[in-house]
T-cell receptor, first 112, second 114 residues
Framework: GQQLNQSPQSMFIQEGEDVSMNCTSS?????WLWYKQDPGEGPVLLIA?????ELTSNGRLTAQFGITRKDSFLNISASIPSDVGIYFC????????????FGKGTKLTVNP | DGGITQSPKYLFRKEGQNVTLSCEQN?????MYWYRQDPGQGLRLIYY???????QKGDIAEGYSVSREKKESFPLTVTSAQKNPTAFYLC?????????????FGDGTRLSIL
């Protein structure tokens, strides 16, 4: 089946640094979703992207829908301790399925 | 407030026992989903339902069963046939309309073996 590859798997940064992570696929996606999961809780939707080239911000978070439609990027500016968690990308497989495919996540650690 | 409620938060299963995880939503969403999450893994789809009284197997349905008798509720039963049930289970819901509808998640149930 279709897979989403997220990188890096984990990141250790200092508070105040900017963060970049990405998600790639071997096939085209028409939607990209970015979620954050805090320990012991369910994922929360951060940003949804629906159009190639689209750049969308949510506070200090900015996500982009890649022009090739096979990748997406998430940036976090001026990181703070509460940014700690696992960030997942997700998207629907080709064929208009109701299902979503999820990447394995990028685990972010922020040192105060 | 609208949302998805999963219960219990923690659940322990004895060998040979079936256990049922509850998922209730008041978002008026037609579609509901169950995922399993293991450490270092992404979310794997167990079952999903697009409408009341209908559901489909996901990627790892073996050892699990579901029902969808009401729009608001989508309980998951982990049967004794599931030999490795220890995991974090997440329920989600979404509006209908095909791929790309964001799914909204509950806070999960952590299942362990006694």
């Amino acid at each position: 089946g279709q897979q989403l590859n997220q990188s890096p798997q984990s990141m250790f940064i200092q508070e105040g640094e900017d963060v970049s992570m990405n998600c790639t696929s071997s096939s085209i996606f028409n939607t990209w979703l970015w979620y954050k999961q805090d320990p012991g809780e369910g994922p929360v939707l951060l940003i949804a992207l629906y159009k190639a080239g689209e750049l969308t911000s949510n506070g200090r978070l900015t996500a982009q829908f890649g022009i090739t439609r096979k990748d997406s990027f998430l940036n976090i500016s001026a990181s703070i301790p509460s940014d700690v968690g696992i960030y997942f990308c997700a998207g629907p497989p080709q064929g208009g399925s109701e299902k979503l495919v999820f990447g394995k996540g990028t685990k972010l650690t922020v040192n105060p | 407030d609208g949302g998805i409620t999963q219960s219990p938060k923690y659940l322990f299963r004895k060998e040979g026992q079936n256990v049922t995880l509850s998922c209730e939503q008041n978002l008026n969403h037609d579609a509901m989903y169950w995922y399993r999450q293991d450490p270092g893994q992404g979310l794997r789809l167990i079952y999903y339902s697009q409408i009341v009284n209908d559901f489909q197997k996901g990627d790892i349905a073996e050892g699990y069963s579901v029902s969808r008798e009401k729009k608001e509720s989508f309980p998951l039963t982990v049967t004794s046939a599931q030999k490795n049930p220890t995991a974090f289970y997440l329920c989600a819901s979404s509006l209908p309309g095909g791929g790309g509808q964001p799914q909204h998640f509950g806070d999960g149930t952590r299942l362990s073996i006694l």
